[in-house]
């Protein structure tokens, strides 16, 4: 397997009724997707609990990731398949209707691609997420930044980093806006970016100190000597979780991008 087991994209997709969809997209190396397909379905059976039975996970508990004939795989059908020589693009569309099965789907399959040796120079990004029906944070992120990203982010933080912030949380507040309903809606102007002086960043968004950041106890020594650790703090709702891992994925893809 190569050192890139995955990459994160963002994307604004044409819907079907003609305007725009907000998707995050994982782009996978073909051994890493060979792998997920032969262990997804089993990790999908280890879900217990009211999570396994809800309504929203179409009462089964498997997922099959070789294709259906119409290229959708995951709870219902949330995430299309894109495949090329190299590599296959999951590509999940991020919507109101399917916000729970697209949280569902991506956490087995980030938790099928997760292990702390993947962290590298050449991964930048190593997410996990949690789906839950806990009242209090149940929608948790964590994972780790390579020391690449790190250094980046450090160097951003010496300079101005306005137009960083900007990308970003026009990012988020259009996904907001996609999958929050009713009253939520209006609250997609309180998505934030923050990058301290020492490059750790902190995303938030509407909630009580709802965030995921590099906290002072996540980073050893000075951003962009080691990976750093990354957490979440009262990520309560979906919508939440869906948001923040949206900034997440454009800040990762704007450092791969100026690293290129």
């Not at 902190?202 to 009580?208: D, E, K, R, Y």
């Not at 703090?233 to 919508?239: G, T």
Request: hydrophobic residues 40%.
């Amino acid at each position: 397997m190569t050192e890139l087991t995955y990459d994160l994209a963002f994307e604004m997709r044409q819907g079907g009724t003609g305007k725009s969809v907000p998707a995050i997209v994982l782009i996978v190396h073909r051994d890493a997707f060979v792998h997920l397909c032969a262990t997804l379905p089993i990790r999908a059976e280890k879900i217990k609990g009211p999570l396994a039975s809800a309504r929203f996970l179409n009462r089964s508990r498997h997922i099959a990731f070789q294709p259906y004939t119409n290229g959708t795989v995951g709870y219902r059908a949330c995430c299309v398949v894109e495949e090329s020589n190299e590599s296959v693009r999951l590509i999940f569309e991020l919507k109101a209707r399917t916000k729970r099965e697209t949280a569902a789907t991506l956490s087995l399959v980030f938790d099928a691609l997760f292990s702390r040796e993947s962290v590298n120079e050449d991964q930048y990004l190593v997410v996990s997420t949690h789906v839950t029906e806990r009242e209090y944070h149940g929608h948790a992120i964590s994972g780790w930044v390579s020391a690449r990203f790190g250094g980046w982010l450090l160097k951003q933080a010496i300079g101005s980093h306005d137009v960083i912030g900007a990308h970003v949380v026009s990012a988020m507040r259009s996904v907001w806006r996609s999958v929050a309903t009713g009253e939520l809606k209006k609250y997609g102007v309180e998505c934030g970016f923050h990058l301290s002086s020492d490059g750790r960043f902190l995303l938030g968004c509407f909630g009580n100190a709802c965030d995921v950041a590099i906290y002072p106890e996540g980073c050893i020594g000075t951003m962009g000597e080691y990976p750093a650790q990354f957490d979440s703090h009262n990520l309560d709702m979906v919508e939440q979780q869906l948001t923040l891992l949206t900034g997440l994925v454009v800040l990762s893809a704007l450092a791969r991008q100026e690293g290129k």
